[in-house]
């Protein structure tokens, strides 16, 4: 059978993946991320009597502890494949990431395991993350004079 | 290129499984379980290495052998450079052959083992296979505790470890023939999607063993593939069809379809995988049915995606071959 006929063939029985189903959980979940991420800026700026920026700190930080503390309880695993990149595109895929994989390597040794792959999946999301910082702080400069 | 035999037999066959299999349709088949993943070791790679021991310390227990009786062991499995196998093999302390086929390792075991007992330079061999959920995840795709979405084509890398006695000696079971399969290339990238890569290598293995003997799918009670999973498994009827002209649908099945209850459990998706898939089916089931001689030949066609995720990253094909073994019920 010719190979592109077999690329054809592989297609027919290709299940539909429910794409619209999927983007509407993520929807939804990454809505309740944000409007729980505002409440923990409101409770931090209110009751702790810290300014909003502080408070951004703060309530990120929350989030990346729950999102750590839940992967090694073992249950974010199921949250993330059911809302995927509702909770994968928050800090908490990003902290969800970096323990899964310092759970999974940690047998192999403090620096040879978790040190060496934490970041397996994480240091794409900072290299490029800086890089990207970079040329848009750039193109700002150039466009709006640094403002 | 194909055998015939005239002296190889099962003696016994031994299972050991994980929590997920347990939960399978064939649950009660399994002759030990464990209800995590561990198996009371600190690491998943040394709980691989402990179900290939359990299997093969199985199986010589079943047999009422010793170690020292064995001629020959031969063994594969998923973990890197056959770890779980080497180890095991260092237990059992007898002359050792390590072999990789990826998830076909099991049929290409059972050829080597039968092409020397057929010489008969050896008495009594074990192949045994085994594979790690977690101990694949880890290796080939994310950290296990990583949720990432998987597509519904992905399979579920199946936990446990399988031995086989063979001999000389007259049995209820025998190994009648085999074909040893060629690699394929189809064009596949898939990594999520490996019936698809596997399916050709199937159909070229089975049209192989039918012309090279001369016979029809009318002389099998069953023909069964490897791990090709619910999609991979309609690709292969469509493909020997369109290829071949040969119908197989209403004689064939799969053992990653076979392994786990894919109605209630979500999390396998399109079906089992690993070296150990297609051996637990065929040792806890399809064995017991030839003995009854409920079955009279099975054509057991184990698939394997030859899969190497730094290649594929660098954008080549997922190379797939498939090997197969005719097993028949003795008279």
Redesign the interface.
């Known amino acids: ?1 010719e ?1 592109k006929l ?2 054809k ?2 297609m ?4 539909k ?1 429910h794409r619209g189903q ?1 983007a509407f959980i993520a929807f939804v979940v990454g809505g309740i991320m944000g409007v729980i991420g505002q409440l923990l800026v409101e409770f931090y700026s209110y009751y702790l009597g810290l300014s909003s920026i502080d408070a951004s700190i703060f309530m990120i930080v929350t989030l990346i502890f729950l999102a750590s503390l839940f ?1 090694a309880l ?1 249950f ?6 059911f809302a ?1 990149c509702g909770l994968i595109i928050p800090i908490t895929g990003f902290a ?2 970096m ?3 310092a ?3 940690k ?1 192999e040794g403090l620096v040879t395991g978790l040190g060496a792959n934490m970041f ?2 994480a240091g794409t999301v900072i290299l490029y993350g800086v890089v990207s910082a970079y040329i848009f702080g750039f193109i700002r400069l150039i466009i709006m004079g640094g403002a | 290129m194909s055998f015939k035999y005239k002296n190889v037999y099962i003696k016994d066959v031994s299972t050991v499984v994980g929590p997920y299999e347990n939960e399978g349709p064939l649950a009660k088949r399994f002759d030990r379980h464990y209800d995590d993943m561990y198996f009371e070791t ?2 998943v ?1 040394s709980a691989e290495i402990k179900i290939m021991e359990d299997s093969v310390d199985l199986v010589l227990k079943k047999a009422n052998l010793e170690k020292s009786d064995i001629d020959l062991f031969i063994a594969g499995d998923l973990q890197n450079q056959i770890a779980a196998s080497s180890y095991t093999a260092l237990k059992v302390g007898q002359p050792f052959l390590g072999i990789y086929s990826a998830c076909a390792t099991n049929t290409e075991g059972l050829i080597i083992a039968s092409n020397f007992l057929e010489s008969k330079t050896v008495d009594n061999v074990i192949v045994s296979v085994s594979s790690h959920n977690m101990v694949s995840e ?1 290796q080939f795709r ?8 998987k ?3 992905a399979t579920f890398t199946a936990t446990g470890g399988a031995s086989c006695l063979l001999t000389n000696n007259k049995s209820k079971v025998r190994i009648e023939s085999s074909t040893i399969g060629i690699p394929v290339d ?3 990238n898939d990594a999520l ?1 490996m019936g ?1 890569c596997m399916a ?1 290598a199937a159909a070229n293995t089975i049209n192989k063993h039918l012309s090279d003997l001369d016979r029809t799918i009318a002389d099998y009670d069953l023909i069964l593939t490897g791990d090709l999973g619910v ?1 991979g498994k ?2 292969l009827i ?2 020997m069809k ?2 071949y002209g040969i119908d197989i649908k209403e004689k064939y099945n799969d053992c990653g379809v076979m392994l786990y209850d894919l109605e209630h459990q979500k999390e396998v998706q399109a079906g089992g995988s690993g070296p150990v898939c297609s051996a637990l089916v065929v040792y806890s089931d399809i064995i017991r049915k030839l003995a009854n001689k409920e079955l009279k030949r099975v054509l057991y066609v184990a698939t394997g995606a030859l899969f190497n995720p730094t290649l594929v990253f660098q954008k080549k094909n997922i190379l797939s071959i498939a090997h197969a073994v005719s097993l028949e019920s003795v008279e």
């Open positions: 059978m190979k077999y690329d063939l592989v027919t029985h290709k299940p993946e999927n992967t073992g974010f695993d199921k949250w993330v494949k995927k969800h990431s323990t899964s994989a759970i999974e390597y047998k397996k999946l | 600190d690491s790679e880890k994310n950290p296990t505790e990583y949720g990432s979405p597509p519904s084509t189809y064009e596949q999607h698809a050709p999609y309609e690709i469509d493909f369109t290829e």
